[in-house]
């Protein structure tokens, strides 16, 4: 079987990720990744085997710091079906451009404003819309994690109205520049916050407002969800739907910490303690007067991981059917174990 031929443009936190998901499917394959500084993840790409390529004013330094480059990130796009942008937000907007001249097709992440691309993907939601498309943006992980609760409950219970309080991670673990190291901060303070707005992209019949607040904590993401039910329902009715869903794991066994999700994350040898499943703390779901109240948490580095390649499989039409996709997606990498 022919592999479909894939690259990265931006090997950061979630490009590295990707390359590693991709690596393990079937009916795909890495033929590069991109990096602009030749620094330790340069290096450790290149040891796992992937080829690497960068800008042309870095080919220089790749060199002089004895990394070999297979050529710019030009080249790169040529040899490939298509081209997942994982640059920091708000610089794959300069890529587009060149994605256009080479006539690739292109995903990019949610640190890229909507505009960026006709399509909002989530697995769940709308694959069949990236179906064959040739530009799409994975949304980014807050909304993904959103995505996973809202998509089913509406479906099977119907949702008059989502408020959504986030508390989110000040950075990454190998982020060395970011914060807040001491302080809670309202991000924004302007209420509501972009999250809402961002599901609308993928679910616009929604109603929903979110807020969120910048914590000092790298481990992952956490929401505060409360949903207006259209029907009657209770707590079983919730968790009988939620832990059904392909990307939601039920967090159980005395666990009250996203600390403690993580430590489960090492314990079952996950790569990298990721977790790609949104992690729903089962014993919080409850259902009062027809609204939902529960916490879930949301690992920031990986739950778009699985998305990705999802999407490559509905753009490059590998796959026609998005429960077939999950399916693999979630088998490859080794989802629910
Ligand atoms: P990152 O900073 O960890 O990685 C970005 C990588 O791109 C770096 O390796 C950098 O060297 C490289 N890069 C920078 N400019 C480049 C250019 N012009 N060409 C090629 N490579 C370039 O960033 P990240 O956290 O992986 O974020 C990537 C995207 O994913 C953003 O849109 C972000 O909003 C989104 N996202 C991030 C997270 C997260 O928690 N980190 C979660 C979900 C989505």
């Known amino acids: ?63 002089k710091a004895g990394l070999k480059v297979s050529g710019t990130v030009e080249d790169m796009l ?42 909002s993907f989530n697995s769940e939601a709308n694959y069949e819309k990236a179906y064959g498309a040739d530009r799409v943006r994975v949304v980014s992980c807050n909304t993904t994690g959103l995505c996973r609760v809202v998509y089913p409950l509406d479906k099977k219970i119907g949702i008059k109205k989502v408020r959504a309080t986030l508390i ?11 914060g807040p190291i001491d302080a809670l901060v309202l991000d924004p303070v302007k209420l509501p916050s972009h999250h809402g707005p961002d599901l609308n992209t993928i679910m616009p019949e929604i109603n929903i407002t979110s807020c969120a607040i910048k914590a000092p904590t790298t481990f992952m993401h956490l929401h505060i969800i409360n949903a207006e039910f259209e029907k009657d329902c209770n707590s079983e009715d919730v968790i009988e739907i939620l832990k059904n869903r392909p990307r939601i794991r039920m967090i159980k066994d005395g666990i009250k910490s996203t600390a403690e999700i993580i430590e489960c ?42 998305e990705n390649i999802d999407c490559i499989r509905a753009m490059l039409k590998l796959e026609k059917d998005n429960k077939k996709s999950i399916e693999k997606t979630n088998k490859a990498l080794g989802i629910n174990n």
Request: hydrophobic fraction near 35%; include cysteine.
């Open 1 to 63: 079987m022919t592999k479909a031929k894939v690259v990265i443009n931006g090997y950061g936190t979630i490009g590295k990720r990707v390359a590693d998901a991709v690596s393990l499917q079937e009916d795909m394959e890495v033929v590069g990744v991109s990096k602009t500084r030749p620094n330790f993840e340069a290096k450790i790409a290149v040891e796992k085997g992937y080829d690497l390529y960068t800008l042309p004013e870095s080919v220089e330094s790749f060199e």
């Open 78 to 119: 040529k040899i490939a079906d298509i081209v997942i942008d994982c640059t920091p937000g708000k610089v794959g907007i300069s890529n587009k451009e060149m994605y256009d001249k080479i006539g690739i097709k292109a995903i990019w992440q949610g640190g890229e404003g909507s505009d960026i691309a006709p399509i």
């Open 168 to 178: 989110r991670r000040g950075g990454d673990p190998g982020d060395i520049k970011s």
């Open 265 to 306: 994350a090492r314990d079952i040898g996950r790569s990298r303690n990721d977790m790609w499943e949104n992690c729903v703390f089962e014993d919080s779901i409850a259902v009062e007067d027809g609204e939902l109240y529960m916490f879930q948490a949301i690992h920031q580095e990986s739950d778009v991981v699985p």
